[in-house]
């Protein structure tokens, strides 16, 4: 189904901000707009990675996957217990 | 825990711990199923208040608010978003959308690495004794990133993340996920920036044993833990209508089977189900188990629910039997009929038994707790196996530490067993696995940093590295229960956790971020993987010859490539982190074809944090029919011994 979502883990290259923006999180935002009217934001994250975790189509990830300033966009994954 | 503390060593040398005021400005950082704050292992008596350098808070959620925090379980987060955004609200009448632990996994992993003295803690008696964790004045931190639907890595980073800003100071993850390259796997990243921060991060090896490279959490920044066993069983035979007897395991507590013996049927030939010998749910026909002990063989659902579906089915009694994925290991478990658990061994004599005899019967008797079992520890058969799949090149796992049958504290929600159907509640649950290794890693490198407070998480882990210990007491090397045979570094890593000897090592091997990020250059990524994992520009120079030999590890994989050059070297750096001295070298290799030279051969060290290299060659002479050889490299001053794995492959 080309409308089902999953959600993806996308790796910003923060260096790699337009002066434009104030703050990366506008930055985030902005990117994610592009590819989406409706994705939301789950988290971003500030140490671990430079980046945000969103629910996506396979075709809006490989989008934004090849905009500008986009390191990667990684389908989540599972963990289990051990 | 009632048994690790001295097993370990930890009792008999408490004047040699640090400090309880320098242990108490450790955070332990846990991500698991949260936290039941009521056990009594979170009790803060005794304990200053929180370090000021602690950021981190209570959050308020379902049945849980600030005020289950105290000045032991001083943190205590919750990670949902994701696990919403993929499987839709959390229905809280089921779990807790709070730190609250609905589960028990995730208390028991915090208690066994830091919670406090507890008197008279067993689990329906067995195990009996004073629990405590390994660091009993850490401070813990909860992170609650497993719900019942699973761990989601964007709620794991994100928990990571929090963790960071939060200022702990270790961070204990039980969990995995597969083996993804490291910069796809979010533990992975988390643990890069971690490490980045001076945040030890242990990590389970997995319970995929004893396959070969089986291991989760592979990455050289990560710390990764196997299990072995304690010196403490929970035997309970099985009695034979024929006069044998044959040793099982339980953890069994209720009313007890009667005094004759019992008729007694294979799960399989008591069902129309192809399964039917596993005890699958609704696989057993009540006509035929009825008022009978069952023997079940294990495997595919939890060996607890087979009980269940014996009980439920009318059964009076289960024997379990191992088959060959399990061997010989047996694992305790609280069932809710009278059962026990056996080794493939003892199961196939005890099947041989009921397919011969026309009217077989058997009783199971339960013994209480033994302690002092010999040989111990030896390798879990669960345990996850290298070599790593990633890169062969880094020896995982990096040690191993008590991981079956361990008592530690358990959630108020659930009962031991975990099944919807147990409605016992217990203070403490005994379970098994590398999820419960890992935290007693966790809690002993938080001594390490008590003790040693500028070290890095390299150096903490290269102390409990080279003076965790291979051989028994005689000398004969740790076993593997898996096959009966002597272990080896791709079952142990460096050894068994010795926590006394790593507050005082000698020297260590110490990594920074730098090195991890030549590592990967070494490994061919691109700029953008680099930038994804390290969340800075990290250009590779390519004038430099990047080698993963060259990780100042303190272990060795030797990969040897069939036909091509047979000659491999290997580069250390160690610290001087004790008195000066005059360290001599010896290395030996299993496999007479790998000579093993060491230049130099002697290293002086005058002063404390001095640094010296050396280089190890590795040389093959003629073709090798074996595929793996292992070996040891040591450097001593008579008064500690800095030890290595060397484990020997061809590609």
Known sequence: DAHQRSTYIVHMAKSEMPASFEHHSHWYDSSLKSVSDTAEMIYTYDNVIHGFSTRLTAEEALLLGSQPGILSVLPELTYELH | ?651
């Open chain 2, 1 to 651: 825990t009632t048994r690790t503390p001295e097993f370990l060593g930890l009792e008999k040398s408490e004047s040699m711990s640090p400090e309880a005021n320098l242990a108490s400005e450790v955070v332990i950082g846990v991500l698991d199923t949260g936290v039941w704050p009521e056990s009594k292992s979170f009790d803060d008596s005794g304990l200053g208040p929180v370090p000021s350098s602690w950021k981190g808070a209570c959050e308020t959620g379902t049945n849980f608010t600030s005020s289950n925090c105290n000045r032991k379980l001083i943190g205590a987060r919750y990670f949902s978003k994701g696990y919403e955004a993929a499987l839709g609200p959390i229905d809280e009448s089921k779990e807790s959308k709070s730190p609250r632990d609905d589960d028990g996994h995730g208390t028991h992993t915090s208690t066994t690495a830091a919670g406090s003295l507890v008197g008279e803690a067993s689990l329906f008696g067995y195990a009996p004794g004073t629990a405590r964790g390994m660091a009993t004045h850490a401070r813990v931190a909860a992170y609650k990133v497993c719900w019942v639907g699973g761990c989601f890595s964007s709620d794991i980073l994100a928990a990571m993340d929090k963790a960071i800003d939060d200022n702990v100071n270790v961070l204990s993850m039980s969990l995995g996920g597969g083996m993804p390259d490291y910069f796809k796997d979010s533990v992975a990243i988390g643990a890069f920036s971690a490490m980045e921060k001076g945040i030890l991060v242990s990590c389970s090896a997995g319970n995929a044993g004893p396959t070969p490279s089986s291991l989760s959490n592979l990455a050289p920044w990560i710390t990764t833990v196997g299990a072995g066993t304690l010196d403490r069983d929970f035997p309970a035979y099985v009695s034979l209508g024929n006069g044998k007897n044959y040793s099982g395991v339980s953890l069994y507590r209720g009313n007890s089977l009667p005094e004759t013996l019992t008729p007694f049927i294979y799960a399989g030939n008591a069902s129309n189900s192809t399964s039917g010998n596993l005890c699958m749910m609704g696989t057993l026909a009540p006509e035929k188990v009825a008022g009978k002990i069952v023997l079940c063989d294990r495997g595919v659902n939890a060996r607890v629910q087979k009980g269940a579906v014996v009980k439920e089915a009318g059964g009076a009694g289960m024997v379990l039997a191992n088959t060959a994925a399990n061997g010989e290991e047996l694992v305790a478990d609280a069932h809710l009929l009278p059962a026990t658990s056996v080794g493939e061994r003892s199961g196939n004599a005890i099947k041989n038994y009921l397919f011969s005899d026309p009217k077989p019967t058997v009783t199971i008797l339960f013994e209480g707790t033994k302690i002092g079992v010999q040989p111990s520890p030896v390798i879990a058969a669960f345990s996850s196996r290298g070599p790593n799949s990633i890169t062969p090149e880094i020896l995982k796992p990096d040690i191993i530490a008590p991981g079956v049958n361990i008592l530690a504290g358990w959630s108020g929600g659930v009962g031991p067993t975990g099944l919807s159907i147990d409605t016992r509640r217990v203070a403490f649950n005994i379970i098994s696995g590398t999820s419960m290794s890992c935290p007693h890693v966790s809690g002993l490198a938080a001594l390490v940093k008590a003790a040693h407070l500028d070290w890095s998480p390299a150096a903490i882990r290269s102390a409990l590295m080279t003076t965790a210990y291979t051989a028994y007491k005689k000398g004969e090397s740790l076993l593997d229960v898996a096959t009966g045979k002597p272990a080896t570094p791709y079952d142990y890593g460096a050894g068994h956790v010795n926590p006394i000897a790593a507050l005082n090592p000698g020297l260590v091997y110490d990594l920074a971020a730098e090195d991890y990020l030549n590592f990967v250059c070494a490994l061919n990524y691109t700029e953008s993987q680099i930038n994804s994992l390290a969340r800075r520009k990290f250009t590779c120079d390519t004038s430099k010859k990047y080698s993963l030999n060259d990780l100042n590890y303190p272990s060795f994989s030797v990969v040897f490539s069939s036909g091509r050059s047979s000659v491999v070297k290997h580069t250390r750096t160690l610290t001087n982190v004790g008195s000066p001295g005059t360290y001599k070298v010896s290395a030996t290799s299993e496999n007479p074809s790998v000579k093993i030279s060491v230049e130099p051969d002697s290293l002086n060290f005058s002063e404390t944090n001095e640094k010296k290299a050396y280089a190890v060659t590795f040389t093959a002479t003629g073709s090798s029919s074996i595929m793996d050889s292992f070996g040891r490299l040591e450097w001593t001053d008579g008064k500690h011994t800095v030890a290595s794995p060397i484990a020997i492959t061809w590609s």
